[in-house]
């Protein structure tokens, strides 16, 4: 079947843009390296403490996600757009933030402190886990808002009709089939953790592969050590995507007609007040030191440099290239080896991909030239498993409900994208789209490579205006950097949700 | 003329054969719950399997076509419209992969007035009731204009009055276009109302197809402990 | 038909531009960036070449050793003295040829390849009007109260980090695990790279941050600022040192010396102050802006050959790591 043939080949595609790189990096170094002890340490804290983010990310999503689900007040839609943030800012603008609000001097302290309670120290393995919830709680609560929201209204009106356990009968067969690849897409997002892992983590007992990786790469010049580690990077991505995807349940919850989803359970006293405790948790985690980077941005708005808008503009359009890359690449990829292909990409060291790019385009083309080009497709390889994450229970959804009414119809090949697969999938497509924006906004990727001195996007500018002592001007670029890839999100998610319900 | 000459399907542990031949204007299916009548439904159209077999049409071997590519169109139990689309992209699916031309919105007018449903057009799925949203899909089926109607219980959801209705719109439409058509029933009142002939389904085999009336008068052993008689 | 001129003269344009010899220099990036002294030392020198320079920034040394020979470097600057080792041995950079009797560095400079452009000394930085009495050695530093709060950067990922871990190396040598031993305490956190440290230092959220001599400077002339101090140790402070050098395989040979030479001129020596924040390499102490003449200079300098520091690195860092993973 030619759409069979499709999926192949850009399955093939991914894989090979991720495999080639590395192949080339290690083969330019010389082959694979042993791993000392020190490796070996940062390999055990790799992986147990991206464990333990991706379950308290996913374990709060479950309450905070639920409570958005079903309660309806003003300025949810805007508390749910900027409830994302905190996944999509570049690393060093999310510690100061944090650090402003749980750091030495920072908001806790300062309320802690004239009540005579012990200080708050935010180093340690704590503050790295409570970094990486920080950042991935946000993108949790998204998924699983997207499949409480996939629930057709018609289950929960059936349940509240048989006063049925919701809980039993619709909530947890839905979580059984989202959580695990939430819990691998977060998982192996965390093992790419570096900078926010030590700053936080107090020191070298917080060493990640990753560091090991940029050690390698940057003082050793080992290019053999590197691809060795990127390749223990890939294997652990690869296993966690495998177990994720093999724990999955498979069902899908049925179709519904797109009537407003009107829940009759939590109406207790107790349910609401417990909604409205997650509701504020979450809120309060995520958004306050989202509001310490805008109040520390604000005074540097005024006086930033030219280059930065100009930065700006090409990330913007970067970021604008990078999703129609990666929604181009997602859509022959909704099927289970292609969700598995697509975890390569982000399971390997950017470093590393980077690098195997630059010794492959280097003898063909000047770097700097597809400098912007190359950032983009890497960008969307990154994007890539969140928006199969995203995308893949709806379309699982919408083929089960309409394939055969499609296939009676005789819509093949792009008309039964068009017509069905793709509106049924609105809603998700733009969360998906607006998270690839935003993420291509915040990342550095490849650009330190390939950059020459005018390519430069927003968030190189902000590193180069703090290691030239304007604290204050790149603290206006953050908040430049956070209102632009909100804003992004915002449009695409928008655009999404049009004319849909609820 | 429906052939299904020596056909086996396996569904896991589940095995149904069926050599028979249905020729009646309208056919029901009957048979105790679980029996495979809408699984040989689905084989008749293309989604399920045959092990071994073949489905013919008018002398014409069908076994291998696409759902799309075979003489029918279908009624499923539920998820006949696209709630995305307007009733008119809906039925629009049955003629053209573009956007309908002139003459085409008219032929869909038309189809919608032959259901009851004039002017409702430009409506979403959602707005319409349960007896509508069958009209719109029958009304698709008009437009497909196929030689063969497959029913798996479309109006199940729907009361007795207004399934009566739908039953004979069915009834009525097959008699005026001089289109077949093979229903899943459960009730057999609901065959004796609209069926020229039945068959039972039972115990991994199908009967010879005998007039509908007859059946119900001597119902053989397997109906009978379906029908409590 | 009006669009006739504008391309006539695009034309004539690139046709110039193709007769313009172009050097390309690789930069670290804060080097070239808008805040550094790139944009200067770039219109001065093409005032004096006939040339066009253009800078390429990005991690330097990685770069050029994956371009190998292919590398389109005429010239690369703002290498650490702690990786020329490695940039040596890679053969692809030439002798630079040049009278360093000028060089105006706290130690003797003698090397035919590297040439320095601008120094400063390792050094911790704090808040005078929080901290009141100033320490005066790194026996202080270490006998100092543990809610001192400090942060230092990483010597696996940064170059100041790997400074501190030389310049403890050599203050205490074979006690050196148990210098980081009392100092661990007092490191609220280790960050990846500069930025990050400075940014938690100026945010209070440490009262000490390992950074340069001359960081006060900046906070001086650029803000006015006089609160921010170094702390002058007694043992001696670490030498820091940036460097330039001339690629072998470059294609403009003379403009790539005519550079080199103008690293150690005056003019080039002068923009350094103020926009690169270290000392210049090059020029005398009396042609300093003021207030980098008025900044407190280490007595002792404390430095390791490319050899040495090769020799003590691993050690060092395993001894800070065993020490501050404890």
């Known amino acids: 079947m030619a759409s069979r043939v499709v999926t192949i080949i850009t399955a093939l595609i991914v ?43 996913v374990g709060l999503a479950i309450p905070v996600a639920r409570a958005l689900a079903r309660r309806s007040f003003a300025g949810r839609s805007a508390l749910i757009a900027l409830m994302g943030a905190p996944f999509i800012l570049p690393v060093i603008v999310a510690i100061l933030g944090l650090l402003a609000v749980f750091g030495g001097k920072g908001l806790i302290n300062q309320l802690l402190a004239p009540l005579g309670l012990p200080r708050l120290d935010i180093y340690g393995y704590h503050g790295v886990i409570l970094a990486h919830v920080f950042f991935n709680l946000p993108l949790a609560v998204r998924l699983l808002l997207q499949g409480w929201l996939a629930i057709p209204a018609e289950r929960f009106r059936l349940a509240a009709s048989l006063n049925a356990p919701l809980w039993r009968v619709l909530e947890l067969p839905m979580l059984r089939q989202l959580l695990p690849g939430a819990f691998a897409v977060i998982f192996v997002i965390c093992l790419g953790s570096f900078a926010v892992a030590l700053t936080l983590g107090g020191g070298p007992r917080a060493t990640t592969l990753e560091l090991a990786i940029y050690q390698a790469f940057r003082f050793d010049f080992d290019l053999g050590k590197a691809a060795t580690l990127a390749g223990v990077q890939l294997c652990l991505g690869l296993v966690a995507g495998g177990v994720a995807l093999r724990f999955a349940a498979r069902d899908g919850m049925g179709a519904g007609l797109d009537r407003q989803v009107a829940r009759w359970d939590g109406a207790a006293t107790v349910s609401r007040v417990m909604d409205g405790v997650w509701i504020a948790f979450a809120a309060s985690f995520l958004l306050v030191p989202l509001m310490a980077v805008a109040l520390a941005g604000a005074p540097g708005l005024t006086d930033m440099p030219g280059v930065v808008w100009s930065a700006a503009g090409r990330s913007v359009l970067l970021a604008l290239g990078a999703t129609a890359l990666t929604l181009m690449m997602a859509l022959p990829l909704l099927t289970r080896a292609g969700e598995a292909a697509a975890l390569l990409g982000i399971s390997v060291s950017g470093l590393v991909l980077g690098t195997g790019a630059f010794l492959l385009l280097q003898p063909i083309v000047r770097p700097a030239d597809v400098a912007l080009p190359v950032t983009m497709l890497v960008n969307a390889l990154m994007a890539l498993p969140f928006v199969l994450r995203v995308l893949r229970p709806s379309l699982d959804s919408a083929r089960q409900d309409f394939g055969r009414l499609g296939a009676a119809l005789g819509l ?58 304007q604290m204050e001007a790149a603290r206006g670029a953050a908040l430049l950097l956070l209102s632009l890839s909100l804003g992004l999100f915002w449009v695409f998610d928008k655009g999404g949700r049009a004319s849909a319900d609820a | 003329m429906l052939t299904l000459d020596q056909i086996t399907v396996e569904q896991g542990a589940f095995t149904l054969q069926a050599d028979t031949t249905l020729g009646a204007p309208i056919t029901a299916l009957l048979g105790p719950s679980g029996s495979g009548k809408s699984t040989l439904l689905n084989v008749i159209a293309g989604f399920a399997p045959v092990r071994a077999g073949r489905v013919l049409w008018r002398g014409q071997d069908v076994t291998h076509y696409t759902p799309a590519a075979r003489p029918i169109g279908m009624l499923f139990q539920d998820n006949n419209l696209f709630p995305h689309l307007t009733i008119r992209d809906n039925l629009a699916l049955a003629l053209t ?59 199940a959801a729907l009361g007795p009055a207004l399934k009566h209705k739908m039953l004979d719109l069915v009834a009525e439409i097959c008699r005026e276009t001089g289109m077949s058509a093979v229903m899943v029933s459960h009730y057999p009142a609901d065959a004796l109302r609209i069926a020229d002939a039945a068959v039972v389904v039972a115990d991994g085999s199908v009967t010879a197809p005998l007039p509908t009336a007859d059946l119900m008068q001597d119902p053989p052993a397997a109906l009978r402990d379906y029908l409590g008689v | 038909m009006r669009a006739l001129p504008f391309v006539a ?318």
């Open chain 3, 9 to 326: 003269g695009m034309m004539l344009a690139s046709a110039a531009a193709a007769e313009t010899p172009v050097l390309t220099v690789y930069a670290p990036d804060y080097f070239a960036s808008d805040w550094g002294p790139g944009p200067g030392i770039e219109a001065a020198f093409e005032a004096q070449c006939g040339c066009d320079l253009q800078y390429k920034t990005g991690e330097l040394l990685p770069r050029l050793l994956l371009e190998g020979a292919n590398t389109e470097a005429d010239v690369a600057i703002g290498f650490n003295s702690d990786i020329t080792k490695k940039a040596r041995e890679s053969g692809l950079f030439a002798a630079h040829g040049l009278d360093t009797s000028g060089l105006t560095l706290p130690i003797d400079w003698a090397d035919d390849t590297f040439v320095p452009f601008n120094y400063s000394h390792t050094a911790f930085i704090y808040d005078n009007t929080k901290v009141e009495t100033a320490l005066t050695s790194f026996d202080d530093l270490l006998n100092a109260p543990d809610d001192l709060r400090l942060v230092i950067q990483d010597p696996r990922s940064s170059i100041s980090g790997l400074a501190l871990v030389l310049w403890v190396q050599n203050v205490y040598g074979d006690k050196a695990e148990e210098a980081w031993s009392k100092l661990a305490p007092k490191i609220v956190t280790v960050t990846k790279g500069w930025s990050e440290s400075y940014g938690m230092f100026t945010d209070g959220e440490a009262d000490m941050v390992l950074s340069y001599t001359t960081s006060p400077a900046y906070h001086i002339i650029a803000e006015e600022d006089l609160t921010k101090s170094a702390a002058i140790f007694d043992e001696g402070h670490y030498f820091m040192v940036e460097l330039a050098a001339k690629l072998k395989g470059t294609d403009q040979s003379d403009l790539a010396d005519q550079f080199m030479g103008f690293v150690l001129s005056r003019e080039f020596q002068s923009m350094i102050p103020t926009s690169n924040w270290s000392f210049p390499a090059a020029l005398a102490e009396n042609e300093w802006p003021e207030g980098f003449q008025a900044l407190p200079m280490p007595e002792k300098v404390l430095f390791y050959s490319e050899d040495e520091a090769a020799a003590l690195r691993s050690e060092a860092i395993e001894a800070w790591r065993r020490a501050l993973s404890q």
């Open chain 1, 412 to 469: 093949r090949g792009w008309p039964l994208w068009r017509v069905v697969y793709l509106p049924r999938m609105r809603r998700p497509l733009g969360f998906a789209a607006g998270l690839t924006a935003a993420l291509s906004m915040g990342d550095l990727g490849v650009i330190m490579l390939f950059a020459d001195g005018d390519s430069s996007t927003l968030p190189l500018q902000i590193y180069r205006l703090m290691g030239s002592y």
């Open chain 1, 15 to 57: 894989a090979g843009m991720v495999l080639v790189p590395v192949a080339a990096v290690l083969w330019r170094g010389g082959g694979l390296s042993g791993l000392g002890p020190g490796d070996w340490a940062a390999l055990r804290f790799t992986i147990w403490q991206a464990a333990l983010s991706a379950l308290l990310s």
């Open chain 2, 97 to 155: 992969r573009t956007r309908p031309t002139a003459s085409q919105q008219v032929q869909i007018s038309g189809a919608l007035d032959r259901v009851g449903l004039a002017g409702y057009e430009t409506r979403k799925p959602a707005e319409l009731s349960g007896g509508q949203q069958s009209r719109a899909a029958l009304a698709r089926v008009l437009l497909q204009a196929r030689p063969l109607m497959l029913l798996d219980e479309p109006f």
